[in-house]
């Protein structure tokens, strides 16, 4: 099956995955200009009203700067929604993405025919991101164009699956669209995730340490400093499980080698209600999440710099490969 061609002829075939809280226009506008697709959680606009705002800015900023270069046009850029019960955002936050023509949206926790009906309504695309073979085949079946592989060792709430057989598995009957995450943060897994059998590599702890990421300085060097060694998979802060970054934990004053396990029934994803403040818990202020890759980033840059890396190693591997 062909890519939808909104997701053709990427310089190069990687998603640059919605970070919560941290993820923001400026970001977002970078990445896309700099060849990848780039992408945010609708909910980290605060309050609700400010998502219109966001939208506006980036389809703006990229439309004049594609009119400007012509010959060298941004990638798409996504927008991530959470369907779960949990976020009352939900309605709000998509008649906006339909409103602006979001180009793909990234669907998360659960999977739901309405929502994608509203996507496709104007020829958008839905990616929904799924831990397993059975959710893949449930996000499609509800009418989801392509799929997101949350593999073993991805930042955020990340499944137990090796992408080798997680890639295997969902291949064997979807021949799609499909992203891969887990531990992705150079060229050469890049090429990796490609010769698995995925389109794109969806990429995220990566892009944590750059100037243009809201996170704090704290947060943006723990990355810089820290190795799969240092990544704590735990169910505590939202419900759901995760990979967070061991020193957060310890500096919130617990052990990262004796948490408790939450009730999966009460998840919390400090959504706040369409008023937009976060709840008082706010899971994810002081808790940091990161993936296996971490190991790889080694200094806080630009965004355009980590995509001109990803880029030259990418091509050093594919040279490599062939030789």
């Not at 794109?200 to 060097?221: C, H, L, N, P």
Request: proline share 6%; net charge negative; aromatic share 6%.
């Amino acid at each position: 099956m062909p890519l939808p061609k909104v997701l053709q002829n990427l310089p190069l075939p990687v998603i640059g995955s919605p970070l919560f809280i941290i993820s923001n226009p400026k970001l977002v506008i970078e990445q896309c200009k700099a060849g990848i697709v780039g992408s945010m959680p609708a909910l980290n606009a605060r309050p609700a009203s400010q998502l219109d705002e966001w939208l506006a800015e980036i389809t703006e900023t990229l439309a004049a700067y594609n009119a400007a270069h012509p010959d060298k046009p941004a990638a798409p850029f996504a927008i991530n929604q959470i369907v779960h019960k949990s976020n009352d955002r939900l309605e709000h936050d998509l008649q906006l993405c339909v409103k602006y023509k979001v180009p793909v949206v990234i669907t998360s926790l659960g999977a739901r025919t309405d929502v994608n009906d509203a996507v496709h309504s104007y020829g958008g695309v839905v990616l929904h991101d799924v831990i397993n073979n059975k959710f893949a085949r449930k996000a499609i079946e509800k009418g989801a164009d392509g799929l997101i592989a949350v593999a073993t060792g991805a930042g955020g709430h990340a499944g137990t699956t090796s992408p080798f057989a997680l890639v295997q598995e969902i291949r064997e009957w979807f021949d799609g669209p499909l992203a891969l995450s887990g531990a992705i943060a150079n060229g050469r897994a890049i090429l990796a995730a490609r010769a698995l059998g995925a389109d794109f590599a969806y990429i995220g702890s990566a892009f944590i340490a750059t100037e243009e990421a809201r996170a704090v300085e704290g947060y943006k060097q723990m990355i810089v400093d820290s190795s799969s060694q240092d990544i704590v998979y735990s169910n505590l802060f939202t419900g759901v499980h995760g990979n967070y970054l061991k020193g957060s934990i310890v500096a919130s004053g617990m052990d990262p080698e004796n948490l408790p396990e939450s009730d999966p029934s009460k998840m919390d994803f400090g959504t706040g209600g369409a008023g937009g403040e976060p709840n008082a818990k706010k899971a994810w202020k002081d808790i940091w999440g990161a993936g296996q890759g971490v190991g790889a980033v080694k200094a806080v840059v630009p965004a355009a710099e980590l995509v001109a890396r990803l880029k030259r190693e990418y091509e050093e591997a594919r040279r490599a490969l062939l030789a």
